[in-house]
Structure formats: C-alpha cells, structure tokens
C-alpha cells in the first residue's frame, strides 16, 4: 500500500438543489491503491453521491477531491472521468450500438488507432469471459443479464482506467449469476489491481467484496471504516451491530483458519490396534470418540467408545462417516458447516498428504472467536488513545 493514498475525499459534502439536509456531509476518506473500498449502509445515506462525487458526475458543494495527491475539483471534469470507470447496477449499454462499440466509447473519445482499439475490445472481451467471435457484434439486448453486467464491466475498463467506481454493479441479478459474477471480478482484480470504490446496500456482499468497508449512517457519516474481519470482531457501536445484524460473529468464522488454530494431538487408531488400547486412550484423553485411521493414516471413521468397548473383532462395520475432511488452508466457517453434520460434533483436519493431523471442535472455535474480538477490540483501544 503506498503512503500516499489514491483517492483522498477532503471535507467534502453535497447539499442537493432545493434540499436543505446535505447528502453527504463532510467526508473525508482515504481510498489506497489497489484496494476494493466498499461503501455501505441504509438506503438513502448517501452512498451513491459519494461515489458521483469522486468523478465529478456531482459536483461538491465544498470540500476537495485529491487523486493520487492532485486536486481535481476545479479540473475538466470530462477529462476526469477519462481516467475513471464507472460501472452501474443498470448497466447503461448504449442500446443502438453493438457490443464492440460499447467497450470501445472510452478509448474512442481517448482517439485511440482504430487497431488499438479493435485489439482492446478483443482483449477485454476475453477478460470478463466472453468469447469476441460469438458477442462482438451482438446488441445489448441480444444479452442475458449476467452477459450485459460483464459487457459493462469490460466497458468501464476500456481505456485501462486505474480507479473503478462500481455502483451496486450486481444488484440486479439472480442470485446464482451474482455470486458467479463477484468471484469471477475478484479472480480479475487479482490480475488487474485496479483501486475501487464499490457501492452495496448489502453487508454480505460487503464482506465479500471488500478489502476494506465503510459502514455509512445518514449524510454519508462514516460509522466505522475497517477490514471485514474486524468490523465483524469488533462492531464500534449498536448502528453498525445492528447494519450487520445476527450471525455477524458466524460469519467472522470466515476470515479464520484452521492452520491458526493449535491442533489438539486427538486419539486416533488404526486397524492394526486393539480395541483396549482405543478405550485406554480415549479414557486418558477423557474423549467419546476417536478417528479409525487406515495404514497410510488416513481417516476412515469415527468410532464410539460405546463400540470399542464390547471389543469386535474388526472394525469393518462400526463407526460412522467421518465427512469431508479439513486442510490447514480451510475457513472455521467451513469447519463449523462440517462439524455440525457430524456424528461427534467434530470436524477431522488431514495434512497435505491426507494422514490425520487432528480434529477441530466447538471450544476451538470459541478461542478463534474471542482471540479475534479481543485483538479487535484492542486495536481501537490503541485507535484511541493514539488520537
Ligand atoms: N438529484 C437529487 N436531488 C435531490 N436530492 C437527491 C438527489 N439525488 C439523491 N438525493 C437525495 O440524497 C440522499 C442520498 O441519496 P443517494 O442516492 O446518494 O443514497 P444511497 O445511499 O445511494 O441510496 P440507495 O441505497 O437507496 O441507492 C437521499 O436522501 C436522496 O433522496
């Protein structure tokens, strides 16, 4: 992240014609370079003036707007938004015009060679997914919808703008499309590492999308403006407890995992053992349960105590599932989705060669949680008395 950051919001506030509230009131806000900033809050706070203030769409009533350092309040705002893409929940395709045509607005008014352009269109085509043979010459409505949203994105995109603005860019399709859409944006801005300023009514999207979030109350008032993880942790106040409503500390699970959490040396068996020595161990452990483990030490079942304990002669026929199975990589959120489907209440970690390495259970994720809120709340404590 570089120290100066690349957009910078000075004071700024708009107080629409013939309105005596402003829409936005004295913000100030700092967007790093190739970070997803994503602003949300209740409809009507301001969050879509925010965003318009940036390129100028709106023009604040006071207050300055600095892109990387330069101050670009008073500059040609046609040329300003040149240098910026926007992309809308509506998508604004020019209807008339084809799909090429559409990609090509920016770098045309750019006088771009007519080659360049037909190269970039090709290009951008092929980064949002979209094959430029089959949809070149298509028109908008020649499109499905999620198609349209990629046609949009590639257009925002066309003159290799460094700032993205996107308002509500997935808002208006199935659900399914979306979240193929968000990831496959995500996947591209991992290429791409475009700085953007991301418009959202809603907090999951927020979480998903955001590098950083900015929970905004009326006037575009920044209640707070902080990672996911930690506005997850560490909610500052009932408004923002309240925005990302019940669940929030599940969904923190998220952010964490399993390789952050130490692995208890859980009893295992093998084939090989004898029951006794099962029983024996999970007494020494004070455990119910342990995990059948083939010769290579991959897990194969969980196994009761109740049933070692009338000692059979194999194991073949006892025990049940053990699930799908953990890596170190894996969130506790997908811990805790495998835990509670499982008959010990458990979920099993493997290594990277898939022998058993240990179990993850509730009480772990307890510690992850509090660790988390602890150090977030620690955090704003240092915020404060630094301030
Ligand atoms: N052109 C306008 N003239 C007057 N008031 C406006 C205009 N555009 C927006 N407003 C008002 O400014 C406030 C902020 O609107 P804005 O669209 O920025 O909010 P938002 O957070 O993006 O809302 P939503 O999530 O519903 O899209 C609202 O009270 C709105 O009614």
Not at 138 to 149: I, M, N, V
Request: proline residues 5%.
């Amino acid at each position: 992240m570089s120290p100066e950051p690349k957009i910078h919001l000075d004071r700024v506030g708009k107080t629409y014609p013939g309105t005596k509230i402003p829409a936005v009131e004295d913000l100030t806000l700092d967007v790093h370079e190739g970070e997803i900033l994503v602003l949300v809050g209740p409809s009507g706070c301001g969050k879509s003036t925010t965003l318009r203030l940036i390129n100028r769409m709106i023009e604040p009533s006071n207050g300055r707007i600095l892109l990387d350092g330069e101050d670009v309040t008073k500059v040609n705002p046609d040329k300003l938004r040149r240098r910026i893409g926007y992309v809308i929940q509506q998508i604004g395709l020019f209807p008339h015009q084809t799909i090429a045509q559409n990609i090509a607005t920016v770098p045309k008014m750019l006088g771009w060679e007519k080659e360049r352009i037909t190269e970039q269109v090709e290009s951008l085509l092929t980064t949002v997914g979209l094959d430029p043979d089959q949809y070149r010459d298509r028109f908008p409505k020649e499109l499905s919808g999620g198609q349209a949203q990629r046609v949009g994105v590639a257009r925002a995109l066309g003159a290799d703008p460094d700032i993205m603005l996107m308002d509500e860019p997935f808002g208006a399709i199935d659900p399914i499309t979306r979240d193929r859409l968000q990831n496959e944006f995500l996947r591209l801005q991992e290429e791409l590492h475009k700085t953007i300023v991301f418009v959202t009514h809603d907090i999951d999207e927020a979480i998903k999308m955001g590098d950083r979030i900015a929970i905004l109350g009326d006037r575009s008032t920044i209640r707070q403006i902080d990672t996911p993880e930690r506005i997850l942790a560490y909610p500052v106040d009932d408004f923002v407890d309240d925005f990302i409503g019940t669940g929030s500390t599940i969904k923190g699970l998220n952010f964490l995992k399993v390789s952050s959490l130490k692995q208890t040396d859980y009893p295992s068996i093998s084939d090989a053992d004898p029951c006794a020595t099962g029983v024996a161990k999970l007494d020494e452990a004070g455990l119910e349960w342990l995990v059948l483990v083939d010769a290579q030490r991959r897990p194969l079942r969980w196994l009761h105590r109740d049933e070692l304990a009338k000692s059979p002669a194999s194991y073949d026929d006892l025990g049940e599932d053990v699930g799908d199975l953990l890596n170190s990589d894996d969130s506790l959120f997908h811990a805790l989705e495998l835990m509670v489907q499982s008959a010990a209440g458990q979920s099993v970690v493997v290594d990277k060669h898939g022998a058993f390495a240990g179990v993850v259970e509730m009480s772990h994720l307890n510690k992850a949680i509090r660790r988390a809120q602890y150090e977030a709340r620690l955090h704003y404590e240092e915020m404060e008395a630094n301030a």
